[in-house]
T-cell receptor
Framework: AQSVTQPDIHITVSEGASLELRCNYS??????LFWYVQSPGQGLQLLLK??????LVQGIKGFEAEFKRSQSSFNLRKPSVHWSDAAEYFC???????????FGTGTQLKVEL | ETGVTQTPRHLVMGMTNKKSLKCEQH?????MYWYKQSAKKPLELMFV???????ENNSVPSRFSPECPNSSHLFLHLHTLQPEDSALYLC???????????FGSGTRLTVV
């Protein structure tokens, strides 16, 4: 069965600092991997996705993520965080060619001014 | 405007009530989903509809009844709910066999 672990429940960074959110997955084959962001009172918005090819993927809002098969990881990064990035971030994994996504428990990001 | 619209945004219902949640998408997607989001728990996949047929039901209690009359609309009919059913219910859509979902803003349900 597929699963996702986001080991950090809460992270606080200063505005302008770099950010890395961790995601580890368990899946038997090559997975589809996603990062979503959720602002308070809203649904989830897709930040970026990895299906195949280049293991470093670029997303919206200046985010990027790197797929590392050897570590079963798909960490999200941003070089300089803005106050508006404060939100909850979810990593998700799905089977290639399938519909069912499994989400992690999320990481709540707080940005200090 | 996300392309996926959920109504109502907030709902308070008693345990003996019957209500329905509505989801509508105008993205031309052919798969739709219901997820339950509770505090401190992962998103729980409840139902998947693909090409208007239910293809997944994740052991959801029968007090939740989905309906997908066409590829643009999805309903979740609720009856005799329990307080532990209070949560944010999220609808999403995608193209068949692609995981890049578009989510609605959700319905915040409170069962009293």
């Amino acid at each position: 069965a597929q699963s996702v672990t986001q080991p950090d429940i809460h992270i606080t960074v200063s505005e302008g600092a770099s950010l890395e959110l961790r995601c580890n997955y368990s899946y038997g084959a090559t997975p589809y991997l996603f990062w979503y962001v959720q602002s308070p009172g809203q649904g989830l918005q897709l930040l970026l996705k990895y299906f195949s090819g280049d293991t470093l993927v670029q997303g919206i809002k200046g985010f990027e993520a790197e797929f590392k098969r050897s570590q079963s990881s798909f960490n999200l990064r941003k070089p300089s965080v803005h106050w508006s990035d404060a939100a909850e971030y979810f990593c998700a994994v799905g089977p290639g060619g399938g519909n069912k996504l499994t989400f992690g428990t999320g990481t709540q990001l707080k940005v200090e001014l | 405007e996300t392309g996926v619209t959920q109504t109502p945004r907030h709902l308070v219902m008693g345990m003996t009530n019957k209500k329905s949640l509505k989801c509508e998408q105008h993205l031309g997607h052919n798969a739709m989903y219901w997820y339950k989001q509770s505090a401190k728990k992962p998103l729980e996949l409840m139902f998947v509809y693909s090409l208007e047929e239910r293809v997944e039901n994740n052991s959801v209690p029968s007090r939740f009844s989905p309906e997908c009359p066409n590829s643009s609309h999805l309903f979740l009919h609720l009856h005799t709910l329990q307080p532990e059913d209070s949560a944010l219910y999220l609808c999403a859509s995608s193209q068949e066999n692609r995981g890049d979902y578009t989510f609605g803003s959700g319905t915040r349900l409170t069962v009293v």
